[in-house]
């Protein structure tokens, strides 16, 4: 019995991780980008095979998460190329989304994480 206890504590663990990278796909309004203000709602849609699309504070994006959830590697988003009548914090958007490394879900929120940067993402209502 000893010994059951430890691997059932492995096996309950390794679970877990699971059961958080299976949270992180979904759709997500903008709540915040840390010390960035932002114009508009940008929109964010992570599928279940990492592919990224959303609505920045102008222009649409798409692209593809190069790395395993919980872990991020957005790279180059693509995007259109809208005439923007307001700048609106379009350039930040970008630079802060291209530079999270992580994500991880808080209740309702999504947190995106990367060196000096962190977004902030709540569950779009339907």
Not at 95 to 116: N, Q, S
């Amino acid at each position: 019995m000893r010994k059951l206890i430890p691997a059932l504590l492995l096996v309950l663990a390794a679970c877990s991780g699971d059961s958080d990278k299976a949270k992180i796909p979904g759709e997500y309004t903008l709540v915040a980008i840390e010390g960035v203000e932002v114009s508009g709602t940008p929109s964010l849609n992570i599928g279940e095979d990492g592919a990224v699309s959303g609505q920045g504070p102008c222009n649409m994006f798409t692209g593809q998460n190069r790395a395993e959830l919980p872990a991020l590697d957005l790279g180059a988003l693509a995007t259109t190329r809208r005439a923007c009548l307001q700048e609106g914090g379009e350039g930040a958007f970008f630079k802060a989304l291209g530079a999270v490394r992580e994500a991880r879900r808080d209740g309702d929120e999504l947190v995106m994480t990367g060196p000096d940067v962190t977004i902030r993402w709540r569950v779009a209502t339907q």
